[in-house]
């Protein structure tokens, strides 16, 4: 069993804190993704794991072994780096058997463990090649390679895919996905890009300034943000953000003015809503109608067109800000067009002033992990 617990990490530069009081639990072959905006700690807190960087209070376990105190090469973890650190003039075969080749391991076991990453991650046409001839992809599978022969409890992925172009990174996604599911180990994978996170993690924790904002499954938190800051930085396209005026407020949710005047219930718990308070609707491009159907409107003008083939994506100007419309691939708009946008309440997402959620009363709050 190899799970990780964090219970009250907290890491500091001289008077500057930049972790604050972590407490995590990983669960044995789990695929764990740290999110958040650049600077948010979540380098800082994979590096903690791996011992790279020491902890200022705080304990970390790994497998049931407390490791807060214990050098890198003794926990048991192996980390993929943001770049691939290849050594130039070493083949493929050499750059993933240094490291057993430091610890002097046996040569038919070097032989075994090398052969067997690369059957893995289908690097066996490669072995003789050296850096130069690959691709970014190839350069970063064959990083991989160097962390699987060292069979560690817990991988540790820092960024592995952002010097990557567009497309190598949906297929290094996948590749990592297989990876996970082949090895069947525990791993914990940083990333700025929400759709990584999305895509890869059985568990996402969101991270600002140092904070861990809200943890669970992508769809948890894509359906019940606990707050506005990962309400707008998970989902893409990110979600729109209005502010609007309680007029009404009873047991079966919250009514609000739209920009245009129309009246709008989101059925929400009004936990210490007055009427005239101020709140922030938040709506999904994808809940919003092109076609006006809902049960309320606003009326936009379209600015910027998106045709994707499959889907389109309509930036509008409203009274009450710009909002992104998602339609079909047969949705037809043009610049300067009058646009009657349809609004769901139950799709609808409402923050009070502090940025909190207000829990909604009609989604499941059991989502499918």
Known sequence: MTEVKLNGV?????????????????????????????????????????????????????????VTYLEPADRGVAMVFQSYALYPHMTVYDNIAFGLKMRKEPKAEIDRKVRDAARILQLEPLLDRKPKALSGGQRQRVAIGRAIVHEPDVFLFDEPLSNLDASLRVQMRVEIAKLHADLKATMIYV??????????????????????EQVGSPLELYRHPRNRFVAGFIGSPQMNFLPVQATAVAANGVTVTLPGGDKLLVPVRPDGIATGASLTLGLRPEDLSETGQGDARIIGQTLVVEHLGGETFAYTKTDGGDLMVKGDGNFETKPGERLSIGVSGRYCHLFDETGDALPNLMRNSAVAA
Not at 16 to 32: G, M, S
């Open 10 to 66: 907290e890491k500091a530069y001289g008077d500057v804190k930049v972790l604050h009081d972590i407490k995590l639990d990983i669960e044995n072959r789990e695929f764990v993704v740290f999110v958040g905006p650049s600077g948010c700690g979540k380098s800082t807190l994979l590096r903690s794991i791996a011992g790279l960087e020491s902890i200022s209070s705080g304990h970390i376990s790994i497998g049931g072994r407390d």
């Open 191 to 212: 990333t700025h890009d929400q759709v990584e996170a999305m895509t890869l993690a059985d568990k996402i924790v969101v991270l600002n300034k140092g904070r861990v």
